[in-house]
């Protein structure tokens, strides 16, 4: 599911962005961290600058700025990441199972313009004063490639559903820390 818009592709998610804004609405956080698939902002590439484009753009940021009415201090949105191929998890079993090369991008979804994702959700962060974006990218990058599972492990850190398993949590663990230390919280 993706807070940020209504998603009719599963049923499970067609309240996401609701329950979600009730509960910041309801316990009025002074920070709030939003950490997001980004699933609309991501299925458009580049060059399609086309109306529907451009009103995921318009309402992530209403998203953002009906959220920060009720955050005292700060928002703090992740940015988007690489998004990994639906069967990752899949491939990935079966090359450790046969003791074979992984070789990292191949499980990502190579259709995705991930520049052009990052440069939309920044146009949206950009118009909420009390927003700002997190990259946490490097978190998850070995030798300047993104990797969806620790490179000596082999564990993977996010799920077929792209939630972060405990070992993904724990490597984010510490930049959470540092931004909680960094603004007195």
């Known amino acids: 599911c993706d807070m940020f818009t209504y998603s009719q592709k599963f049923e499970h998610c067609l309240n996401s962005h609701d329950n979600f804004r009730e509960v910041v609405d309801e316990y009025k956080p002074n920070i709030l961290f939003i950490l997001a698939r980004y699933v609309r902002l991501l299925t458009f590439p580049k060059t399609n600058v086309t109306l529907e484009a451009e009103g995921v753009v318009k309402e992530t940021t209403a998203r953002l700025l009906e959220l920060s009415q009720n955050v005292k201090d700060h928002v703090f949105v992740f940015n988007a990441i690489p998004s990994p191929i639906l069967n990752f998890q899949l491939i990935h079993a079966n ?60 564990v993977i850190l996010m799920n077929k559903n792209w939630h972060f398993t405990p070992l993904g949590l724990h490597r984010l663990r510490p930049l959470y820390k540092s931004v909680c230390e960094n603004t007195g919280y």
Do not use: W
């Open 95 to 154: 090359a450790i199972r046969g003791h074979k090369q992984i070789i990292p991008d191949m499980y990502l979804n190579s259709t995705i313009d991930m520049e052009h994702a990052r440069e939309r959700l920044a146009k949206s962060v950009s118009m909420c004063p009390k927003c700002s974006i997190i990259d946490y990218e490097s978190v998850l990058t070995t030798n300047g490639t993104f990797q969806v599972y620790d490179n000596r492990t082999k």
